[in-house]
């Protein structure tokens, strides 16, 4: 799951980026809604984790540059303002939850996994490609009728490949949609995930689903 957290203190944005990361999310981060808004219209996300109280422009910026319907991140709001009047205007705004400061990591956790439960307009389908089955709710893979444990990596590079079958992807590409602009990851680093993810297939009887084009880069058929 992609999620941008939007937050102009340094502190708590490394502390809940770090924890973000270890909880199994790819992580951008943005200090101001200017850069949010750019990452926003750049990038496809799963979720934004949007402080109000930003620099340059506000979180009301952010949620209301947001596309109604369609391919929207779901959005929880951080914030110190605890005003009743704050919280109805960012629900209104297009937020789907909202948290004030201070709070445990433990209770954004759980209220982002309840955001990913919660259906939506744009609820993902279940993708499905010659015996593997990706439930990207869920967050399932079977391969013929077995569970796959696959790593987040392998879980994004397989959703993103299955999502747009046919078309090839160059490993620069699905090292930008998979791990995030901060990442230390390289072209190689992809190759490694894509050689982990046709062996868990191979060993489960699906070894042809992803295929390489010299060059180009990977597709699904
Ligand atoms: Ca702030």
Do not use: W
């Amino acid at each position: 799951m992609k999620l941008l957290l939007v937050e102009d203190s340094e502190r708590l944005r490394g502390t809940l980026a770090r924890g973000l990361r270890a909880a199994g999310f790819t992580v951008d981060v943005a200090g101001d809604g200017v850069e949010a808004n750019g990452f926003l219209a750049g990038y496809g996300y799963d979720f934004v984790v949007l402080d109000l109280g930003l620099p340059r422009l506000d979180g009301f910026g952010v949620l209301r540059a947001l596309p109604a319907g369609g391919a929207r991140p779901r959005v929880l709001v951080l914030s110190a303002r605890d005003r009743i009047g704050d919280r109805v205007e960012a629900l209104n705004a297009g937020a789907d939850d909202y948290l004030v400061k201070p709070f445990a990591f433990e209770e954004l956790l759980a209220r982002l996994h309840a955001l990913a439960r919660r259906p939506a307009e744009t609820q993902a389908d279940v993708l499905e490609r010659a015996g593997v089955r990706l439930d990207p709710q869920a967050h399932r893979v079977t391969a013929n009728g077995g569970v796959l444990q696959l790593t987040p990596r392998e879980f994004a590079l397989l959703e993103l490949l299955l999502r747009h079958r046919g078309r090839v992807f160059a490993r620069a590409e699905i090292l930008e949609r998979i791990a995030g602009s901060e990442s230390e990851a390289s072209d190689r680093s992809i190759e490694v995930v894509v050689f982990g993810l046709r062996r868990k297939l191979a060993d489960a009887g699906c070894s042809n689903l992803i295929e390489n084009r010299r060059g180009a880069g990977y597709l699904i058929p």
